[in-house]
């Protein structure tokens, strides 16, 4: 199993541009979660989709946020425009829900440079 | 609403010191509880994991205990190696609810 993939590792672009973020869950999984880190404010969950269904969204910071999960493999996170202050680490999580608890999976993590 | 708190780090240890990472929670209902580790690089991975009380997390010579007494869930190793050096993620999560509510995190070094 290739686990979650991410792409790109990493990006670097200038304020005012459009950043879009890929996330590829592991196969099957039909919860998939979007987080962000920072130093200040640790990790925060960002939105997360069940089915590919937005189920909550209250974590996405502003309007220039967006995520989107168009089949059950691929999901983006889309930041326009994007700002100083969006600078993290993204990373993206999938997991199973079969009636128990089951652990998420992460991704490696999209590290997001906006200068 | 639910909230994780953990020790302050960062936490520097010695090779083969005893470590405990403090972590306690606040929720309605009976969480599950979990500690995830991410190494330097790397996203977070499941370390262990404890679904009602008294049961016991393990995984790599860790250790934690889901209290409810207490409302804790303290990680615990015996003999800490460099290896371990990561940054430690206490979360719980509510039953119906796919949401984990993460910890600040705690850095941890250990050194030869």
């Known amino acids: 199993d290739a686990g979650v993939i991410q792409s790109p590792r990493h990006e670097v672009t200038e304020m005012g541009q459009e950043v879009t973020l890929r996330c590829k869950p592991i196969s099957g999984h039909d919860y998939l979660f979007w987080y962000r880190q920072t130093m200040m404010r640790g990790l925060e969950l960002l939105i997360y989709?069940?089915?590919?269904?937005?189920?909550?969204d209250s974590g996405m910071p502003e309007d220039r946020f967006s995520a989107k999960m168009p089949n059950a493999s691929f999901s983006t996170l889309k930041i326009q425009p994007s700002e100083p202050r969006d600078s993290a680490v993204y990373f993206c999580?999938?997991?199973?829900?079969?009636?128990?608890?089951?652990?998420?999976?992460f991704g490696p993590g999209t590290r997001l440079t906006v200068l | 609403g639910d909230s994780v708190t953990q020790m302050e780090g960062p936490v520097t240890l010695s090779e083969e010191a005893f470590l405990t990472i403090n972590c306690t929670y606040t929720?309605?209902?009976?969480?599950?509880l979990f500690w995830y580790v991410q190494y330097p690089g790397e996203g977070l991975q499941l370390l262990l994991k404890?679904?009602?009380?008294?049961d016991k997390g393990s995984n790599k010579g860790f250790e934690a205990t889901y209290r409810k007494e207490t409302t804790s869930f303290h990680l615990e190793k015996g003999s800490v190696q460099v290896s371990d050096s990561a940054v430690y993620f206490c979360a719980l999560r509510n039953f119906g609810n796919e949401k984990l509510t993460f910890g600040t995190g705690t850095r941890l070094t250990i050194i030869p």
């Open positions: 404890a679904t009602k009380a008294d």
């Open positions: 999580a999938s997991s199973l829900s079969s009636g128990r608890v089951d652990e998420q999976f």
């Open positions: 989709f069940n089915n590919n269904v937005p189920i909550d």
């Open positions: 929720a309605t209902g009976y969480p599950s």
